[in-house]
């Protein structure tokens, strides 16, 4: 009796200290007994996620540090975005590619009694997530990393953040503005449903906009019609030394295996669709890192060469957008608008953070060697689900900046700011500098890119939106691989 007494007496003295207040404690230290405060492996580095370029799941951009919500005496008064679809199935073309490759792995002469060994064991027993050809070059479904489950959690999630930003006036319309692709329109949808609740019925008005290029510069995916400077696109390889090693192991453990350096490429392709539909995927462990990383930077080299600052051109696509937000920027909220939500491609976003000056790398991406650290790295920029914010906040003087309007670059939940203007609280850039940097600095898109004179010069949707509902839900069935609604 008096053992088990002291007992409770020493455990409620216990009790006693760790509900005392502790100041600047971590709370997780209460839920994990004996867990580091501070994490010391920063083993996110070597996230697969971080190598499959823009194909695979989305995540959060590397972080500076820079803190994510508004810094000390400031409040975002406008908020302008624009995001990629999710997490999706391949197109048609590359669901076949990786069709093909599987049917030559599958019809190699194995000497092994025509089993899988090593590395690729799994493949006795793998089924393919793709049976159905129908969800070609849709969103995903299923699986953690679901595309419609993310651009849904992100609107919930940005409700939260940006809610204060919604007036909740009743019979209001909320204008949200997507390019006509069937994966960007559902992407757009599952969005307006996550902010908005049920209110995205009688509050929302989604704008389709048609991604044909004789909408010109009237477009969230305007094109370079005659773009001068799209031979090293073309060109690239898609190969790296590395894949060749994986050829020698994978054939040493499998004699008789049918396989290249081609196929490992387009087979670490499908481990981001895997990923997507699935949520894990046997193949990964089938590479090394090295392998992973080497893979990782051809698409890097692609999305620099095709869509980003390697194009001399590319600056002048995204200077569209980047100059017709500058406007709202300056119209500011009262008379621009609290809220845009735009949604397009991949290959539209990487245009502007080009013409914004961002991730511009002194000299051009390697094509013989892999630098690091890698000034361009897709997996951070634009992974399915990426998004660019631009926040514009509204600030109280600090001790070194004066009371004034800012603006601040949000890609991927991380903060990026401009190289030529940080001044600001958190890092953040006047909106009298940015309107002046960018106002210096953005290429005229019509001439750059020969865009004809019956097309339309510039961007006009965000001041002409409609308020009709038609297109906030899927008027008909939607068809199989189904891809311009529009
Ligand atoms: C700015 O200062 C005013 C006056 O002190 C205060 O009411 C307001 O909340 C401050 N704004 C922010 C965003 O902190
Ligand atoms: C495997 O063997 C069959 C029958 O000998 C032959 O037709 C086929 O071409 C071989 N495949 C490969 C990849 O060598
Ligand atoms: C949102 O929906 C609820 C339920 O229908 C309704 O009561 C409310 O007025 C709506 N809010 C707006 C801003 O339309
Ligand atoms: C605007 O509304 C009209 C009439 O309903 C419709 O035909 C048109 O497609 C809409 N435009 C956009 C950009 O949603
Ligand atoms: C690998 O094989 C495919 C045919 O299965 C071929 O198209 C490709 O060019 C080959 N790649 C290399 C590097 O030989
Ligand atoms: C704006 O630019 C001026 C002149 O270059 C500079 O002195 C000032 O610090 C900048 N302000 C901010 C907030 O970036
Ligand atoms: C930006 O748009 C305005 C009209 O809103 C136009 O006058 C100006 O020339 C545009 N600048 C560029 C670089 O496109």
Redesign the pocket.
Known sequence: MRALSSIVAIAAAVATVADGFTPNKPSYIDRYPGAKPFDQSFLEGYSILKHLGGQGPYSNRRSYGIGRDPPDGCAVDQVIMLRRHGERYPEPAVAAVFNDVLAKVYASNLTNGGAFGGSLEFLNRWETFMPNEGYWALESYSGPYAGLLEAYGHGVEYRIRYGHLWDQEPGVMVPMFTSSYERIVQTARKFGEGFFGWNYTTSVALNVLSEDETMG?NSLTPACVHDDDYEMCKSLPGYMPQFDVAVDRLKTQNPGLDINATDVFNLMKMVAYELNVRGHSDWIDAFSLDEWTAFGYTQNLDFYYCAGPGDKNMAAVG??YA??T??LLNQGPEKAGKMFWNFAHDTNITPILSALGLFVPSSHLPLDRIPFPNPYEIGDIMPMGGRLVMERLSCNSTAVTPQDTYVRLVLNEAVVPFPDCQEGPGFSCSLANYTRLL?EK?????TTCGIPEESPQ??KFFWEANTTQEWNWDPKVIPYQWSFIL
């Open positions: 510069a200077a569209v100059n017709a500058l406007l106002e953005l290429p005229d898109y019509t510039y961007l």
